[in-house]
């Protein structure tokens, strides 16, 4: 039996993680920590999780690890680097969900999170956590980067065009449209229903944080620097994100190509469908699948790939457990 | 040129009060009172007056009011009880789109509304405001307490068989819908957006604060005591009420003449459209119509009513604007 | 290894069925029978399924069935009855998601189905498939009428207290709220997304063809006649039904006992949550759960029951995968 | 008195001609002509015009319009080219709100439209119905080709940029999101609320129809060859175009400079409010407004402009009555 402990268990990838890991046989949930919810049973404030998840979130504690077997660390950015460092001698696993460990340089992190980071000798020990790309270290990590939602579902849908260099690595667009879900357990005005029921807003034009993430994966996949535009929109819906990506093809080539080479290319990844036809958002919710749609616009020659996630299973709570799997040694599929 | 202020101007109903007020030739806002935004201009709260209200939000200072011919209050409840009074020497009209002075007593205002009444000798000093009830003292008042949302809905819907004596007094049961702006602009996580999306909620089951305006007006209009359930219930969408009424038909009778009925009952009044056919909530959006469907339940001779309204403009500014309308003498529809 | 047919299989019930058994290790789904989608592969019509279900849609020949252990049918009303009789004997067990089997009488069944009942010698020869009423006799029948949407949310909301003789039987009103899933994968403009987003309306008022199917099975329940009304409505959402229930108490009772007697009705009923407070359609969609909630309207004395399941879940697919397993040994509430 | 017919008035902007018209004092509609819908009363398809249109849909008979003012043509691409050549001589003006007259080459026509054009004489007859581009043209034309929905959000957004040279003219990229009602009134299940409840999809990627009338008309307006990306998506909402557009900046330049260059050239626009905020889609749906944000990417140099309007107000029936107040000399924004 694996013992999990969840680190900041009372937010929607806290509540997803317990969503998916509480029916298996196989896995035990032993602590739920929230500071603000310390003390309150788990389905007063998940009711869905009645019957499932039969626990009381705790006030965090660093002894209360003590011998866990994988702790999700699922903070809001700039808490994980406070916890990390006293979890991670106590417990066998550590599967950070956050933005604290995903990059690699303090400078870089300071501009983007707007706060100095305070564990930088621990950048650079986690693993990035995107299977597709990474699964033998993975596989051999203690300490894995869980990637952000944008970042899944753009480099899913580049990483085939890079690496391969069909594409110019500068000049990339992607747009992309995210459920409310991504801001959050918000209070915010801007986030209640009435504000943005029939509504869209883009948000962080310039300066969203995952910007070096997407573009420093993928120059270190491919072994180039890379230029892109990354404009994150809220749209109407709770959960998924639907990315369109556009890249300058260097060369005439056909749809058939595109497709066999991503085949080709995700051949071992049993999370991700490609596809001639235009993907929905819809096939992928509450699933860990990333749809990916291959088109080329003829006019401009651009590569148009349309890449989709739910953002808190593929892009959260589900790549999470998709880690665990690997990193343990169990089948990588399991519960997803 | 009528001169008009909003006190509360910050809120939805506000807002709603300055989009349809805005056109207007005949009628300038001259002042926006708004507390918690005193200072800020209206289009940085609302971008969609941009262009169409050129005002900056004020604190409330009774002084600014002089002079004023109406003054539209659209405080929380428990807020116009206090304002009110300050007011009242100062403008020519006041219109209180709020709770405090529907009811006629003390007692059940603090019973429903969970706070003392602080200025009970004005309880019963404001005509109601439902033109179609009241008209000629609507006309003739210059001190109008707007219906509530839900009531507005549910008495236009009950009133013709009420009235008519057709249907008991006792048993009815009223299941009403409504989209999420009737919560107001709120920050509160239970009304974020992810929470409500594809979510249904009932609240306040057996102590919603309109169960007295409903049954009271029901009863002084047909002179007899009225019993009715009163389920309200949250669903995902911004705007719009959709009332569900059963009452029991002491005859059986024939959807014909109920719709004669209610025609006839009707006949003077623009906003209502009784129909034969079961209406949608989507034709009275954005419109200061109430739309009323009949049915009869064969197996049970229940009379099935079925009454919708934008719960912001019928039953909010809209109606408010009606009612001014009437009392300064403008054709009741101008401008809704 | 459990052999499964569907029959019906590229409506929403059809779709839910292959995604809910798709992953279990003890089911194969063997043949997916929809005529109008013959030969079309599963995933060009449910994009979703990719990677999960790799079949073909085949035209109904019922030799394809042979030797099947559970054959489902998910036809439309009214096709269900040509169906069964060639496909029991050729099967070992057959589970009706469709209303041709529930009522008991051919004239009823004519009288709201609106069509004559072909096959009448077969009513009364499937058992009700609602678990928490039948579990003993689902297990020893080879023939199971899974009960309809709102039936099922109905029901399961009333059982107890119709049961126990603390309610009325008569003069009950049910008003229910549904996802636009339940009206079928259908082409009607009515059914559009523009014209259904942030629309609300009611349908079928007093001929709604689960009148009969609530009413006789709570009779039947219970011991004796059960009057109520029922109105449906429709809500923009895709999946839920939320239901609100009235009936008048016979005594003065406490929420408290109503919770005991609730929880003691459903000890046994893994699926049901029974609540003081007041649930939420969210926390139950894509679930197997029917949350109950329990309110005493203080002014009435009626009981108000809350209760909402997933149409397509508890409402249709996971209640006949509950009975499947229910009927073949297999613990209830596996995959569910 | 200006009479009015609508032709095609059963769909979408048919309906919105005659609910913006119905108001109006100096406006009267006199006939609505719908093929489909012969004989039936408007408000029997579009119940929320009960009480506002009082008109029954006939036939399209060319004698009918003898003699009217203004014909709005509103009918599905393909139809208006064969009932133009008809209408022309017996009214005063023709505004078309499809796309027949819009392109100038019926080469072009045939690839984008797929089909022949059948009045290829008329191609070039029409003024391009965008008042902030052609506002005196229009003033004195009889034959007004509306804008389409993508296109006015688009161009708007674009115009100042590139006729003032400050971004390249070849790689630029849009993004545009659609609310459903962009797709007509239609039965498809494609566009059923249960499909595309929570979903999103791209569509006609690279072939959409509106991409040479975007890059036609900014190539006539700034005098060079436009190169542009078009990717329009769906979302789940039913109005509303929010449109994402990157294009190089030639040099480096402040939000300041953009703005007031927006604003200069938006100076006689009572419909363009230019932000240097990111606008948001809600603060325009049923206005007339295309509401501006201006953004520069720092790492990228690209302008981004967020330009978001109304599909069905400025996007086709609002401009369309812009167009009719320019042509007839009435104040360009009456009723709107």
Chains 1, 2, 3, 4 share one sequence.
């Not at 980071?117 to 203690?142: C, F, M, W």
């Amino acid at each position: 039996m694996v013992t999990c402990a969840i680190i900041g268990a009372s937010g929607y990838s806290g509540a997803e993680l317990m969503r998916l890991l509480a029916p298996r046989m196989d896995v035990r949930i032993t602590r739920v920590i929230a500071r603000s919810s310390a003390g309150e049973r788990v389905d007063a404030i998940y009711p869905s999780l009645a019957g499932r998840v039969d626990l009381r979130f705790e006030a965090f504690e660093p002894a209360l690890l003590e011998g866990v077997d994988v702790a999700f660390v699922a903070l809001p950015s700039g808490e994980a680097m406070a916890v990390v460092p006293e979890v991670q001698g106590r417990v066998g696993r550590v599967i950070d969900l956050g933005g604290d460990f995903r990059l690699l340089s303090a400078a870089q992190y300071e501009q983007y999170y707007r706060k100095p980071h305070t564990a930088p000798s621990l950048l650079g020990t986690a693993v990035y956590g995107l299977p597709e790309l990474n699964k033998d270290q993975i596989r051999q990590s203690r300490f894995v980067a869980n990637p952000g939602c944008y970042p899944t579902c753009a480099i899913l849908g580049l990483l085939p065009a890079l690496t391969s260099g069909i594409v110019a690595p500068g000049g990339i667009v992607i747009n992309a449209l995210s459920g409310v879900s991504g801001a959050g357990r918000t209070s915010a005005v801007d986030y209640s229903y009435t504000e943005l029921h029939g509504n869209v807003r883009a948000y962080k034009i310039g300066n969203h944080q995952h910007i070096p993430e997407i573009q420093s994966v993928l120059a270190g996949a491919s072994g180039q620097d890379v230029a892109l535009s990354f404009i994150p929109h809220l749209i109407p819906t709770a959960r998924g994100i639907y990315a369109t990506l556009h890249a300058d093809l260097k060369q005439k080539t056909t749809v058939e190509d595109l497709v066999a080479l991503y085949d080709r290319y995700y051949a071992e990844a049993p999370f991700v469908r490609v596809k001639r036809t235009i993907p929905q958002m819809s096939s992928v919710v509450y699933t860990n699948y990333c749809d990916i749609g291959l088109s080329i616009e003829p006019h401009t020659n651009k590569l148009v790939v349309i890449s989709t996630i739910d953002n808190l299973v593929k892009g959260a709570a589900g790549q999470a457990i998709q880690n665990m799997n690997l990193m343990l040694g169990i089948p990588e599929t399991t519960s997803l």
